[in-house]
């Protein structure tokens, strides 16, 4: 049985940072793409951050470009997503989303195949 558990999320203040990690398991770590999306209440869910587990190759979305980092710990199975000088805009229930193939760009929502149950990440002004 695959699954993802996000954990990390909490309250933080303007400029302030945040690490979510989500542990990958039941599914092959290796040649997995994993993303990490983010929906606020009334919005659409995004796509903020990709890795390949396989070489290490990311993308980010416009809007957090310099500010999160997405990074893999391959011996732990466990992909992080460091957010620095986070905007109360960032506030958002974040979601881990996994497929074991190839990435292509930052891919949609229909794409990834497993899903975490969210961690929640607020940001106050």
Same mark, same amino acid.
């Given at each position: 049985?695959?699954?993802?558990?996000?954990?990390?999320?909490?309250?933080?203040?303007?400029?302030?940072?945040? !690490?979510?990690?989500?542990?990958?398991?039941?599914?092959?770590?290796?040649? !997995?793409?994993? @993303?990490?999306? $983010?929906?606020? #209440?009334?919005?659409?869910?995004?796509?903020?951050? $990709?890795?390949?587990?396989?070489?290490?190759?990311? %993308?980010? %979305?416009?809007?957090?470009?310099? $500010?999160?980092?997405?990074? #893999?710990?391959? @011996?732990?199975?466990?992909?992080?997503?460091?957010?620095? %000088?986070?905007?109360?805009?960032?506030? @958002?229930?974040?979601?881990?989303?996994?497929?074991? $193939?190839?990435?292509?760009?930052?891919?949609?929502?229909?794409?990834?195949?497993?899903?975490?149950?969210?961690?929640?990440?607020?940001?106050?002004?």
């Amino acid at each position: 049985q695959v699954q993802l558990v996000e954990s990390g999320g909490g309250s933080v203040e303007a400029g302030g940072s945040l !690490t979510l990690s989500c542990v990958v398991s039941g599914l092959m770590y290796a040649r !997995t793409c994993v @993303a990490w999306f $983010r929906q606020a #209440p009334g919005k659409e869910r995004e796509a903020v951050a $990709r890795i390949y587990t396989e070489g290490s190759s990311t %993308a980010y %979305a416009d809007s957090v470009k310099g $500010r999160f980092t997405v990074s #893999p710990d391959n @011996a732990k199975n466990t992909v992080y997503l460091q957010m620095n %000088a986070l905007k109360p805009e960032d506030t @958002a229930m974040y979601y881990c989303a996994a497929v074991r $193939r190839v990435c292509v760009g930052l891919g949609t929502s229909d794409w990834y195949k497993y899903w975490g149950q969210g961690t929640q990440v607020t940001v106050s002004s």
